[in-house]
């Protein structure tokens, strides 16, 4: 059982950036690839990113490829999603996700088995 709770949303201007973390507590089998999802209001849940256990592979949703950046410090059991230059486009309640034991940053929801309460982000216009 892992459970999971984002911090870091609140409302922002556009071209700010802003940092979104992910604790991790709870038992973890295998080596579990994480990720981060979100989902505006009338929209459907969308992928954003994700990242393998070591870090050495990375997956982006074309629409914050170059602008957000995904990382994990596995000692603090934490992830984090960088966000730059960031667009009213972006807003969002954004959900941290983890797989169950596979490492592969997979960029589908039915992938991943705990999820977190998500933490809202609003950019301004």
């Known amino acids: 059982q892992v459970q999971l709770v984002e911090s870091g949303g609140r409302l922002v201007q556009a071209g700010d950036s802003l940092r979104l973390s992910c604790a991790a507590s709870?038992?973890?089998?295998?080596?579990?690839?994480m990720g981060w999802f979100r989902q505006a209001p009338g929209k459907e849940r969308e992928f954003v990113a994700a990242?393998?256990?070591?870090?050495?592979?990375?997956n982006y949703a074309d629409s914050v490829k170059g602008r957000f950046t995904i990382s994990r410090d596995n000692a603090r059991n934490t992830v984090y999603l960088q966000m730059n230059s960031l667009v009213p486009e972006d807003t969002a309640v954004y959900y941290c996700?983890?797989?169950?034991?596979?490492?592969?940053?997979?960029?589908?929801?039915?992938?991943?088995?705990?999820w977190g309460q998500g933490t809202q982000v609003t950019v301004s216009s």
């Open positions: 709870g038992r973890t089998f295998g080596r579990p690839a």
């Open positions: 996700a983890s797989r169950r034991v596979l490492a592969i940053p997979g960029v589908s929801a039915y992938e991943y088995d705990y």
């Open positions: 990242i393998s256990w070591t870090g050495g592979m990375t």
